[in-house]
């Protein structure tokens, strides 16, 4: 069998060092954009809910997010039934940022996906979908302090 985590790691880790080296003159630290992109495609959002997104702890979802208020891309509001629930909203500022962040997204695309055909973006797609589904079930079942069996 190939190697194809190894693969799609290599990806990852690839774009997102351009984009953390790209986004720094934007005061965006390691990885911050992710969280950003998903509270401006999510105004309201729960941390909880934005750290299973991205597929994180509850603890790296709130540093990030308490960086991302102290420099201004988002901010926390009660909600207004229950004051103990903090929803997270962009700024102007946030969104004036995730606009650079979704061109430099489009662009990482278009590089990425040269050469293949629309049928084969989304048969890749597709696939990518599937493994993404097969391994948030271990996700989820590491999470709640689990081993898995090898």
Partial sequence: MKEILREIGMIARALDSISNIEFKEYDLARGQYLYLVRIVENPGIIQEKLAEMIKVDRTTAARAVKKLEINGFIEKKNDEQN????????????????????????????????????????????????????????WEYVKKGNKRDY
């Fill in 83 to 138: 004051q103990k629930i903090k929803k997270l909203f962009p700024t102007e500022k946030g969104e004036q940022v995730n606009h650079f962040i979704r061109r430099e997204n489009d662009h990482s695309d278009k590089v990425a996906l040269a050469g293949l055909s629309d049928q084969e973006v989304a048969s890749l797609y597709n696939l990518l979908q599937r493994v993404r589904k097969n391994i948030e079930k271990d």
